[in-house]
């Protein structure tokens, strides 16, 4: 992949997400479409953003059992997305059909712990394993399922890449180094997620709140 960046349009409005996407197609190397977006605009959206000719990351984050996760990515197989993400926790035979279900093309990453997550905040659900250890407990599930690869924060990259050398590893919530934070908690640069073992990194704000989102594209991507 000759550009790792994904842009997150994390909005219900289909003309801003098509709007955004147009500013920065030429320095990015795919569309990351969330709930927020799922939510307001369905399968027609996803299939008109496609229309722009990048690559597609469908961030829904499934978790549920295994026969409604397999049956929701089936209803989902006519897009062909090229990233879909389920969450870890769902367990080894949720992952498995989730895999199964997907078309060929697809990669199946599963969420492990989110990047708005700390070790208090893990605490509170009874997890009792830092972020760290929590993330390299659920890669290893994810490996052992058959999935593609794990979605982890960049803290946490360079230790599930060690441990799943073939993996493809998602990174969100990183920052360029004059960034503002926001609502993440644990974020690191760009460069220091792709040294860390990062496939593609999902970046939002720092482009799509810039006052030129193609100048703040471009300038990310020169990082790495």
Avoid at 86 to 92: C, E, L
Avoid at 205 to 219: H, K, L, V
């Amino acid at each position: 992949m000759s550009n790792r960046i994904y842009v997150a349009l994390d909005t219900p409005d289909l003309a801003k997400a098509h709007a955004m996407a147009g500013k920065v197609r030429r320095h990015v190397g795919g569309i990351k479409l969330g709930l927020e977006f799922f939510m307001a605009n369905g399968r027609p959206g996803v299939r008109e953003m496609a229309e722009l000719g990048l690559p597609i990351f469908l961030d829904l984050k499934l978790h549920d059992i295994p026969n409604t996760v397999a049956k929701a990515i089936m209803a989902l197989r006519e897009l062909a997305p090229a990233i879909l993400t389920v969450h870890a926790a769902g367990g080894r035979a949720m992952l498995e059909d989730a895999k199964a279900a997907a078309p060929a093309g697809t990669k199946v990453v599963a969420v492990t712990t989110l990047t708005s997550l700390d070790g208090t905040d893990l605490k509170s659900i009874g997890c009792m394993g830092d972020p760290h250890e929590q993330v390299l407990r659920l890669t290893e599930l994810a490996r052992d399922s058959g999935v593609d690869g794990v979605v982890c924060s960049g803290e946490e990259v360079a230790a599930a890449h060690k441990f799943w050398p073939k993996g493809f590893f998602v990174v969100p919530g990183v920052r360029p180094a004059n960034g503002v934070i926001g609502d993440q908690k644990r974020v690191v640069t760009p460069r220091a997620a792709i040294d860390g073992g990062a496939s593609i990194l999902v970046v939002g704000r720092p482009i799509t709140q810039a006052e030129d989102p193609d100048t703040a594209a471009r300038e990310i991507a020169a990082t790495l």
